[in-house]
């Protein structure tokens, strides 16, 4: 069984550039979720996706967009980074059904500069 | 709106000694409660999830309780170890909605 994998591990960008952040889902798992992870604080919700379509946001601005793939897979794109766009961006998957544990994955450390 | 606060925020205790960890949320009306370990700079690991229906749930030496009514939960670590090291995140999820909705963690430290 595969578990839930992020790419890339670390990222630098200058503000006012446009990042995408990808995960690939633990083997069998049809959603995915987003998550923005400040330093010292506990992870934040940004959206999920299920069937290829959004399925619940959290406080977050339009500048933060996702896709989900057939495979489950999914990307997480940020456009126009601002400094406080800086953290550790984790994301998790899960079934649909049943106890909806959540396997999170690694993490992408991004720093806007 | 569903807030999650955990307490104490650190925890220094030394090797072998068993420890509680508490969690609280304002709303009740919860489908499930997950605790995670993070290491520093690592992403998440879960460690137990109870269900609503659920008063607590065992692995190995951990053992987390679920009182709904009260909205709490604990982190029952039996004989601490150095390698117990990390920050534990404790995170409910709603009936309705689909987020998990995080406290701050407790980061603990176990010396030997």
């Known amino acids: 069984e595969t578990g839930v994998t992020q790419s890339p591990t670390h990222l630098i960008k200058t503000r006012g550039q446009q990042v995408t952040l990808r995960c690939s889902s633990q083997s069998g798992h049809n959603t995915v979720s987003w998550y923005q992870q400040a330093l010292g604080q506990g992870p934040q919700f940004i959206f999920q996706y299920y069937r290829e379509e959004e399925n619940g946001r959290g406080n977050f601005p339009p500048r933060f967009s996702g896709l989900q793939f057939p495979n489950y897979s999914s990307e997480l794109n940020v456009n126009a980074l601002e400094l406080d766009d800086s953290a550790l961006y984790l994301c998790a998957s899960s079934l649909r059904t049943g106890p909806y544990e959540q396997y999170f994955g690694p993490g992408t450390r991004l720093t806007v500069t | ?112």
Request: aromatic share 6%.
């Open chain 2, 1 to 112: 709106k569903q807030e999650v606060t955990q307490i104490p925020a650190a925890l220094s205790v030394p090797e072998g000694e068993n420890l509680v960890l508490n969690c609280s949320f304002t709303d009740s009306a919860i489908y499930n409660l997950q605790w995670f370990r993070q290491d520093p700079g690592k992403g998440l690991t879960s460690l137990l999830l109870i269900q609503s229906s659920q008063r607590e749930q065992t692995s190995g030496r951990l053992n987390a309780s679920l009182d709904k009514s009260s909205g709490r939960s604990t982190l029952y670590i039996a004989a601490s170890q150095p390698g117990d090291s990390a920050t534990y995140l404790c995170a409910v999820k709603n009936q309705a909605g689909t987020a998990l909705i995080f406290g701050k963690g407790t980061t603990l430290s176990v010396s030997s």
